[in-house]
Antibody, heavy 123, light 107 residues
Framework: EIQLVESGGGLVQPGGSLRLSCAAS????????MDWVRQAPGKGLEWVGR??????????EYAASVKGRFTISRDDSENSLYLQMNSLKTEDTAVYYC??????????????WGQGTLVTVSS | DIQLTQSPSFLSASVGDRVTITCRAS??????LAWYQQKPGKAPKLLIF???TLQSGVPSRFSGSGSGTEFTLTITSLQPEDFATYYC?????????FGGGAKVEIK
């Protein structure tokens, strides 16, 4: 069974840092792009960023709202994806999902998604 | 950045109804569009990719169409389990973006 499980969420003060993890199983992790998506309470989905795979140099892309503060990394030997979040703001409060990204010439999608982990930024 | 505008953002419908949700892109995205269903407290679930290809296991009452800047998600004969929020997503260029969502509620 293909599965993604996030962990590391919690309560952090503004200006603080947090590192989220996403453990993957059931597929060849190293072959896939991986993405982070967040959802603020009662709001819609917002793409956070992406890590490409080894074949594409593990390059990363970020949303403007997090660029320079968040860093995505991965450890293919551990089948794990990470999101290092620094200089956190109250507006970063959200459920954070990791998702497997499929990026073909025509066929592109996010599937599956993890169950999400809640990050609350508050004093 | 490519903006996706979904309409309506909310609709009230009955079991058995035909429902159509539109997603408009601010610039052309070819067919690089996916649709997701999200229920409260759950992660989004992929329904359709490449604008019109049904994901394996998704009921055939769901269908997608469109290319370029205008796309539609249609649910024929709405079922009780279809009451949820639906999001479109463009995967044509960075930053990847989602529409604002369309909540389908029971009339």
């Amino acid at each position: 069974e293909i599965q993604l499980v996030e962990s590391g969420g919690g309560l952090v003060q503004p200006g603080g840092s947090l590192r989220l993890s996403c453990a993957a199983s059931g597929f060849t992790f190293s072959a896939y792009y991986m993405d982070w998506v967040r959802q603020a309470p009662g709001k819609g989905l917002e793409w956070v960023g992406r890590s490409t795979n080894k074949a594409n140099g593990y390059t990363t892309e970020y949303a403007a709202s997090v660029k320079g503060r968040f860093t995505i990394s991965r450890d293919d030997s551990e089948n794990s994806l990470y999101l290092q979040m620094n200089s956190l703001k109250t507006e970063d409060t959200a459920v954070y999902y990791c998702a497997r990204g499929v990026t073909g010439i025509m066929n592109r999608w996010f599937d599956p998604w993890g169950q999400g982990t809640l990050v609350t930024v508050s004093s | 950045d490519i903006q996706l505008t979904q309409s309506p953002s909310f609709l009230s419908a009955s079991v058995g109804d035909r429902v159509t949700i539109t997603c408009r892109a601010s610039q052309g995205i070819s067919s690089h569009l996916a649709w997701y269903q999200q229920k409260p407290g759950k992660a989004p679930k992929l329904l359709i990719f490449a604008a019109s290809t049904l994901q394996s296991g998704v009921p055939s009452r769901f269908s997608g169409s469109g290319s370029g800047t205008e796309f539609t998600l249609t649910i024929t004969s709405l079922q009780p389990e279809d009451f949820a929020t639906y999001y479109c997503q463009q995967l044509n260029s960075y930053p990847l973006t989602f529409g604002g969502g369309a909540k389908v509620e029971i009339k």
